[in-house]
């Protein structure tokens, strides 16, 4: 009895194990070492940054706002009024060991829609387009202390009709990511977890540009179209 006893013990702690062993990085935005704003689509992107995931395209203004609540403002111009907010869903984007491609990151951790808010709600801090989230972010595979590669993705979820990145994507709606980064330390095992890293820059959000292929079908179209338009006027002159 007391040998199955035992042996039951051991097969508990050995499930746990896994648990235990994966490292941790913090989903939080507006802190020490790591703040970025996302932004909504830019009129003009003075600063374009072309990036590829799950098979679509975005261009984006990529870089440091100068909003001087930050640590470090910037000088990217992003469009005033364009911060994101209520309504806009935010998620890591991670894989294990560093220098990863953006397109190897698969989703990771909790889906955050609480932002900093201008006037009323919690959390209140006056600022617009930083999330809010004190969550830990558990990634697979990656044992603490060792690196990884994680990125963001943001996308505007339609009142909570679209759940996920990929989901945007699919429906066309205006989604984007950031630029990698790598964490080199996981925390876990009582280790305080990392915040991002600071090589994430401030993003706008672009919908998805039509593939080559589907621009061209689409001029050859336009053209078809305005040929026999011209072909029609011709006769009828005659």
Not at 96 to 115: C, E, K, Q, R
Not at 152 to 159: C, I, P, V, Y
Not at 203 to 225: C, K, Q, Y
């Amino acid at each position: 009895m007391r040998v199955k006893t035992s042996c039951s013990v051991i097969a508990l702690l050995a499930g746990a194990a896994p648990v235990y062993s994966q490292g941790q990085v913090s989903m939080s935005d507006y802190s020490s070492s790591f703040t970025i704003q996302i932004f909504n689509w830019q009129p003009v992107i003075a600063n374009a940054v072309e990036l590829s995931y799950g098979g679509y395209t975005t261009i984006e203004e990529m870089g440091t706002s100068p909003n001087l609540q930050l640590n470090s403002p910037g000088s990217t111009a992003f469009a005033p009024g364009s911060a994101l907010g209520t309504g806009y869903s935010v998620q890591l984007l991670a894989a294990p060991g560093a220098g990863d491609a953006l397109s190897t990151l698969v989703p990771t951790g909790p889906v955050i829609t609480t932002w900093y808010t201008p006037a009323g709600g919690n959390p209140t801090v006056g600022l617009n387009g930083f999330w809010y989230s004190t969550a830990n972010v558990t990634i697979s595979g990656v044992a603490p202390g060792t690196a990884a590669t994680v990125a963001l993705a943001a996308w505007d979820n339609e009142g909570g009709l679209v759940a996920s990145l990929a989901a945007a994507q699919g429906f066309g709606g205006p989604w984007g990511v950031s630029i990698t980064g790598n964490v080199d330390q996981l925390g876990g095992n009582g280790v305080r977890p990392p915040n991002l890293p600071s090589s994430i820059e401030s993003f706008s959000l672009v919908a998805e540009i039509p593939e080559p292929g589907t621009m061209a079908l689409g001029l050859l179209g336009a053209s078809a179209f305005l040929f026999g338009t011209r072909k029609w006027r011709w006769s009828k002159i005659s």
